[in-house]
């Protein structure tokens, strides 16, 4: 059994690390752009010539005048200011910089990287991947920003979550390349409680989506109430009319009681992960995302309760973001090489993740980790695969 082949570099790792930091910041900053209502105050795309913002009092009055074409100034801001369309400018104007910052922060030091062969060619074409996914989610932002520029007053709560979605995806894909340059996996190995590792890390994916709902229908700022909605557990209003399918996405009342939901399930989900790894390597990683969640938990309580203020909105949206970060280095260390000798007290603290059988034992049984019994059985929290004859 061999460690997964990724060059073992620290200095691409923490540049990965770096970026996911800025787009942890573009994420939260883009929330801020809806909590707002600032999403709709730059009506073009303009990737490269819209890099600076306007210099001269003629440039914001042009500017101006272009937002005035849409609905969102004619049934939500008529008679605006200049003053304060320039404070709804440049939160919009932030979140595009902070998309630009990132994409040469980025292709540069992945150029660097490349020409002076810190990278390897398999490395380096998951990052060129990554970096032209980057380049679409920056298309699919102003698919998104289209959606509110004709006949809307806002942008399309789908298309949001599609925004958001693709930025998650980008997340994780970087912080699980960087995990791997710091701490190679085991090919072959996981832990017994991976599965549920993933479960979990999908189950706070995909409640941040529909967080994503709550926001796109502005839903954190109704039935402000808990545990209950307005006396019922269930609000009376989850369905509009007839009951339709539509009706979970497109009602605030639906996307804010799922969303309620799913953080009861991920309370839960990750307080049975916490105790299931207890007793094995996994328990530290383990308690770190219980308590994420349940601080997040908490946050999101105080968050709706108080009608979703800026500050409690960007910090729960911040917070999930931590969350999603715990729940992938759970993920991963179920299938690094931290397992390999953490249920054997035989192996000596240097030989950790080490593949190669030790002096004599040619004619042992192969197994992916020292420490095994006599009879090569495996420790009771480690899942590994039979070794192929030769």
Known sequence: MTAVPVKNDRAVALWLFAIC?????????????????SGLSIVEWRPVTGAAPPLSEADWRAEFEKYKTIPEYAQVNLGMSLADFKEIYWWEWGHRFLGRLIGLAFLLPLIYF?????????LGLRLLGLFIL????????????????SE????SQYRLAAHLGLALVLFAAMIWIA???VSPRARGARHRLAPYAIALMIGVYAQMILGAFVAGLRAGRVYNTWPLMEGRFVPEAYFIGAPGVSDLFESMAAVQFNHRLGAYALFAAALAMMIAARKTALGPRARMVFACVALQALLGVWTVVAATPLALGLAHQATALIVFGASLYLVHGSMSSIEMTASSGAAPAGARGSMAAPTGSESAPMTPFHGTSRTGAP?????????PSR
């Not at 809307?152 to 942008?155: E, G, K, Y």
């Not at 420790?379 to 070794?387: E, I, L, R």
């Open 152 to 155: 809307r007053i806002d942008v």
């Open 134 to 149: 980057g380049g679409l989610q920056g298309a699919l932002g102003w698919w998104m920003v289209s959606s509110g520029l």
């Open 114 to 122: 490349a020409m002076t062969r810190r990278i390897d060619r398999a």
């Open 21 to 37: 930091a800025l787009l942890a910041l573009m994420i939260v900053v883009g929330g801020a752009t809806r909590l707002t209502d």
């Open 179 to 181: 995990l791997d340059l």
């Open 379 to 387: 420790p009771p929290d480690v899942t590994t695969a039979s070794a």
